[in-house]
C-alpha cells in the first residue's frame, strides 16, 4: 500500500475506484465499468493545502457514482469533508459537512440506498464529549446540514454502527457513557420524515456494553 491506507469500492459489476491517504492529500483513479482494467490519470480530491488528510472511507451506489468523505486537519482542527464523483460528469467540488467548531471529526461510516442516497455518520468532539453527528446527501440535491444525533451529554459516544432497513430507513447504533457505565443507543432516519430522537436500548445496568454489531 501506498501511503497510510487505501480504500476500494465495487458496486458489484467491477473495481469503481480506489483512494489513497497519503502526506499530499487524498487521491483517487477511476476506472468506470466500461473500462474494466483501465485505470484514468490520477487526481487529488482534496482541497484543504493546511493540513494532512488523516483518514478516508467511500462507498459506490448502483449505477456507478461513488461518494468519498475524508477526514483533513485544517492546522486548527480536524474537519469532516466530501466529494462525489459521477460517471457521468467527474467531480464535483469538494464540501465541508460538519458544522461543530470546537473539535475534531473522527473518520465517518456510510451507507447508500438504492436511490443513491448516502447517510455518512461520525464522531465529533465539542471540546469535552464526543459526540455523534450525521448528515444526509440526496441525489441530485446536495448535502443537508449535519445534526447532532445523540441527545445526552453525559459521556462519550464510541463504536457507532449503521445499516439499511429493509425499507430502506437508516438504522445507527452505538455506545455511550452516562458517567458510571456505556450503555447501547440507537435512532433511526426514516425517509420522508427525518431522524427519530435517540433511544436507550438496552436493559442491563450492572455493566457497559462492549460493543455495537447490526446485521442487515
Do not use: M
Not at 450525521?134 to 454502527?161: H, K, L, M, Q, S
Amino acid at each position: 500500500p501506498i501511503g497510510r491506507g487505501q480504500i476500494v469500492c465495487s458496486n458489484g459489476l467491477s473495481l469503481a475506484a480506489v483512494a489513497v491517504v497519503g502526506v499530499a492529500g487524498c487521491q483517487s483513479k477511476t476506472n468506470p465499468p466500461a473500462e474494466v482494467g483501465v485505470w484514468g490519470a490520477a487526481e487529488v480530491v482534496d482541497v484543504e493545502d493546511n493540513g494532512d488528510v488523516v483518514a478516508v472511507t467511500a462507498v459506490v451506489d448502483a449505477i456507478g457514482n461513488y461518494t468519498a468523505v475524508w477526514t483533513q486537519d485544517d492546522g486548527t482542527r480536524i474537519n469532516q469533508w466530501a466529494r462525489r464523483f459521477r460517471r457521468a460528469n467527474g467531480w464535483t467540488d469538494a464540501e465541508l459537512i460538519d458544522d461543530e467548531n470546537l473539535g475534531d471529526a473522527e473518520v465517518a461510516r456510510l451507507v447508500v440506498d438504492s436511490a443513491g442516497d448516502v447517510t455518512a455518520v461520525w464522531r465529533q468532539s465539542d471540546g469535552t464529549t464526543q459526540n455523534l453527528w450525521a448528515c444526509r446527501y440526496t441525489f441530485g440535491i446536495g448535502w443537508d446540514a449535519a445534526e447532532e444525533i445523540d441527545t445526552t451529554d453525559d459521556g462519550d459516544v464510541e463504536a457507532p454502527n449503521l445499516l439499511l432497513d429493509g425499507n430502506e430507513n437508516v438504522v445507527v447504533v452505538w455506545r455511550q457513557s452516562d458517567g458510571v457505565r456505556f450503555d447501547l443507543w440507537s435512532a433511526r432516519y426514516r425517509l420522508g420524515i427525518g431522524w427519530t430522537t435517540a433511544e436507550h436500548i438496552d436493559s442491563e445496568d450492572l455493566g457497559d456494553v462492549d460493543s455495537t454489531q447490526l446485521v442487515g
